[in-house]
């Protein structure tokens, strides 16, 4: 679930190194914070699957699902887990709840995941989690470094690939555990909530229903949101704290006047404790936008954005502290007291991302002119195209996902067409503008927090969870209930 905002974001700065669509395009998708203070350690968890009763296969996958010219046939492998340990059989009809991976490794979507794991119990079911191509382990042409060298290779990773190889291996093991009955309830988070919900658009014969967890499908260029991701970024540090917004919005002039000094570059990077040294304000305005996007899209204690607004409201406790010793109090609030900031690597699942960005998830994320503590600079459609095409060589298609998937009049398209899914928001989330926030009929169901944040209900439950939350998930439970009750009314009729 890797939609936040690289942090959640911070992806794009490395990549499209034309800086001037930086400052646009932070904002990414995934269920968890990837950066803030998060760390995963693969190996360790890989003990803990087993110990868990994880295992984990792969798949023998066809590259290109679409064509039968001679290279589609080529085969890669292709990785998921299964855990069987609460599944009542097929004999039973027990049902599949399958986690449809999104822009990380199944890795680190293991370790944050709750949803399969606190519910399987409950449903006696088969808890399946698939590795979306072109991430983690997935890599269809052998290493990372060859599978995502440009247009050639990562021509193959794109949705509707992705829900094919899901389609294939669910059958698969439908198959192989004798499930043929078996309901299948697809999940996913953020970008991957979109692909569950498509699933089940595109793929009816295999899931009964789906559970899409902040998924912004409505945030394409053919269905555009009336507020964009800063909008909610800015109402959530204003709503926190108004002194906090204010210091924000003030801050970037300040770091404009400082840098148009003789020196101000290298003041500004010794201030804010940089590794590297800046070449450009917009790196350094663009690691700030992003630790307060990811802070307000994960807004989760002990980071969350009451937080760093505190740090930022009362530190450093010293005197003499100037606007800026402020807002990196804030930083170091998010990010931990390090002996340098700003280093955040390029990882492999951001880079095959930044090509899916490039291609066919568009969303068009800028930061508006209104009600905004950022600097303004909307979203620039032929700067966004210029930059990809000078990355990959090819132009976005802005307008397919909505061809293909249609989320226009999403009310009166879904309402007879879709049925059984959940959409889940929480409004304090940025990508909740992008997010189906109404019921559109007796099946397909919206669910949305006051106080939610990015993909929270379908993360690991904890002690600390509040009691909105709680009810929220036996909201969730009890609406797959009665899908799977229907359909097992359905199942006895019929045989
Ligand atoms: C400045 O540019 C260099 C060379 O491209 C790069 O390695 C460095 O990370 C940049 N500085 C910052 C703060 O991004
Ligand atoms: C951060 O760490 C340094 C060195 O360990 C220490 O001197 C400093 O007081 C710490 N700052 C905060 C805010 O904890
Ligand atoms: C958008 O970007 C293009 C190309 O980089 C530039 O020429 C144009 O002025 C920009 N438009 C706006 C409204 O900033």
């Not at 992705?162 to 309901?183: F, G, N, W």
């Amino acid at each position: 679930m890797p939609l936040p905002v690289p942090s959640i974001i911070l992806l794009l700065l490395v990549i499209f190194s034309t800086i001037s669509c930086t400052h646009s395009k932070e904002a990414r998708l995934s269920v968890f914070p990837k950066k803030l203070r998060y760390t995963f350690d693969g190996e360790k968890l890989h003990y803990k699957f087993a110990d868990l009763g994880i295992e984990i296969f792969f798949f023998e996958q066809t590259l290109d699902h679409f064509t039968y010219t001679p290279g589609s046939y080529k085969k890669f492998r292709q990785r998921y887990a299964v855990n069987s340990k609460y599944w009542e059989g097929g004999k039973t009809n027990a049902p599949i709840l399958a986690y449809l991976g999104a822009e990380s490794s199944l890795d680190s979507e293991l370790s944050v995941l709750g949803f399969l794991k606190d519910n399987a119990p409950h449903f006696k079911a088969l808890m399946v989690y698939i590795e979306h191509r072109f991430y983690g382990e997935t890599m269809p042409f052998g290493s990372a470094e060859e599978t995502l060298k440009n247009a050639k290779t990562l021509g193959y990773l794109n949705a509707a690939q992705a829900l094919a190889d899901y389609a294939a291996i669910l059958l698969h093991i439908k198959e192989t555990y004798s499930a043929k009955h078996s309901p299948v309830i697809v999940i996913g988070g953020s970008y991957g909530g979109m692909l569950a919900a498509w699933f089940k658009l595109k793929y009816p014969h295999i899931a009964l229903g789906a559970l899409a967890s902040s998924a912004p499908l409505l945030y394409f260029e053919d269905t555009l949101p009336k507020h964009g991701y800063f909008y909610i970024v800015t109402k959530v540090f204003k709503e926190t704290s108004q002194k906090c917004h204010n210091k924000i919005r003030k801050s970037w002039d300040e770091i404009d006047r400082i840098a148009a000094k003789p020196n101000g570059l290298s003041i500004l990077s010794k201030k804010f404790k940089l590794c590297n040294p800046l070449n450009d304000t917009i790196e350094l305005k663009s690691y700030l936008s992003n630790i307060y996007a990811g802070t307000a899209q994960y807004n989760n204690n002990p980071y969350s954005v009451a937080s760093l607004c505190e740090a930022i409201n009362t530190s450093p406790p010293n005197t003499k502290s100037d606007l800026l010793d402020q807002i990196f109090a804030g930083v170091v609030a998010s990010g931990g007291n390090i002996s340098c900031y700003g280093m955040d690597q390029i990882t492999n699942d951001a880079r095959a991302w930044t090509w899916q960005s490039c291609s066919e998830m568009v969303m068009p994320i800028g930061y508006e002119k209104e009600d905004t503590m950022f600097q303004p600079k909307p979203f620039n459609m032929s700067s966004f195209t210029k930059n990809c095409e000078s990355q990959y060589g090819v132009s976005p298609r802005p307008h397919w996902v909505t061809a293909y998937f249609g989320s226009q009049d999403v009310k009166l398209i879904f309402r007879r067409f879709g049925n059984n899914i959940i959409f889940s928001n929480g409004l304090l989330d940025p990508y909740s503008v992008g997010g189906v926030l109404e019921d559109i009929s007796d099946t397909v169901i919206a669910i949305t927090t006051r106080d939610g944040s990015h993909c929270q209900d379908i993360v690991l439950k904890s002690k600390e969870d509040p009691e909105w939350l709680v009810e929220q998930r036996e909201k969730e439970v009890k609406i797959i209930d009665s899908w799977i009750s229907t359909y097992q009314k359905d199942l006895n009729i019929s045989s």
